[in-house]
């Protein structure tokens, strides 16, 4: 399992907590120590990520996300499009 942390490169700033969780392949949204919503917005393939339909802006045309690492920058599908700078840093504790 991973979790998601803000980096500064995130238009909407840092948080004090971490953003998604993962589960597998399924990435789903977190908000104060309790899941958002209960469908996955994220699936992760071949060093991608993907907005899933249950996205609230929707799945997209293609990857929103390249991992790089533990760190993941914006791709072409997302929908700010691509940037050189990372949005999210994947870590393994909530902490």
């Known amino acids: 399992m991973g979790y998601w ?3 500064r490169g995130h238009p909407g700033g840092l948080l ?21 919503r209960a469908l996955p917005w994220f699936t992760i393939a071949d ?4 907005a899933t339909p249950d996205h609230p802006d929707g799945n997209g045309a293609g990857p929103w996300y390249e991992i790089v690492g533990s760190f993941l920058y914006p791709a072409e599908g997302h929908p700010d499009g691509p940037a ?6 994947v870590r393994p504790t909530p902490d």
């Open 47 to 50: 060093g991608f990520v993907f």
């Open 16 to 36: 004090p907590h971490h953003e998604f969780s993962e589960d597998g392949v399924l990435v789903y949204p977190h908000a104060s120590g309790r899941w958002a």
């Open 5 to 7: 942390f803000r980096l």
């Open 84 to 89: 050189f700078e990372p949005r999210y840093q």
